[in-house]
T-cell receptor, first 113, second 113 residues
Framework: DSGVTQTPKHLITATGQRVTLRCSPRSGDLSVYWYQQSLDQGLQFLIQYYNGEERAKGNILERFSAQQFPDLHSELNLSSLELGDSALYFCASSTTPGTYEQYFGPGTRLTVT | QKEVEQDPGPLSVPEGAIVSLNCTYS??????FMWYRQYSRKGPELLMYTYSSGNKEDGRFTAQVDKSSKYISLFIRDSQPSDSATYLC?????????????FGKGTMLLVSP
């Protein structure tokens, strides 16, 4: 158990809908990362936050947004969902923003029908 | 050409075999190299990391980096059925205060008793 928690574990929704994924980092970790894992693209970095501020952006679509709250939990918002957004979404956390040592949560499996 | 290439497998070996997992990369800016292990329906967990060319050992695991050839390997000695998982290589070009990881698609390893 990495200490990173993610809810919900599974989410099934329809195209065009909006969902919110939640992540709580390990105790003491200030940096949160979001990743998307699909069969064809593999694990891809979406976005990083550090202590409430956006730090780095990867291949995140404009329909997706994220934020980190004062209590350090983070939410990933996915809107206007398409079939291709079906994937595993992982959150990871680290103590500092400039480290490769990231601890991953169990993921949220999103299915768009 | 993808930045990081990794054979998806599956790689099937008998218990006790030496396993070799490999990745190639094209971005010369990558300085840090990591191996993550991902069990089915779980998040990736950091196995090993290294930043210099050469070998690094940790128990049954050895990570090897050849920056001149842009090639990294993970060797597993005396493989066990519990090693059956997907192994993801990851790389980072650390900047000032951020650490985005670029992952390979992963190699599935099956160790049979």
């Amino acid at each position: 158990d990495s200490g990173v928690t993610q809810t919900p574990k599974h989410l099934i929704t329809a195209t065009g809908q909006r969902v919110t994924l939640r992540c709580s980092p390990r105790s003491g970790d200030l940096s949160v990362y979001w990743y998307q894992q699909s069969l064809d693209q593999g694990l891809q970095f979406l976005i990083q936050y550090y202590n409430g501020e956006e730090r780095a952006k990867g291949n995140i679509l404009e329909r997706f947004s994220a934020q980190q709250f004062p209590d350090l939990h983070s939410e990933l918002n996915l809107s206007s969902l398409e079939l291709g957004d079906s994937a595993l979404y992982f959150c990871a956390s680290s103590t500092t923003p400039g480290t490769y040592e990231q601890y991953f949560g169990p993921g949220t499996r999103l299915t768009v029908t | 050409q993808k930045e990081v290439e990794q054979d998806p497998g599956p790689l099937s070996v008998p218990e006790g075999a030496i396993v070799s997992l490999n990745c190639t990369y094209s971005n010369s800016a990558f300085q840090y190299f990591m191996w993550y292990r991902q069990y089915s329906r779980k998040g990736p967990e950091l196995l090993m990391y290294t930043y210099s060319s050469g070998n690094k050992e940790d128990g049954r695991f050895t990570a090897q980096v050849d920056k001149s050839s842009k090639y990294i390997s993970l060797f597993i000695r005396d493989s066990q059925p519990s090693d059956s998982a997907t192994y993801l290589c990851a790389m980072s070009a650390l900047g000032s205060g951020y650490s985005t990881l670029t992952f390979g698609k992963g190699t599935m390893l099956l160790v049979s008793p």
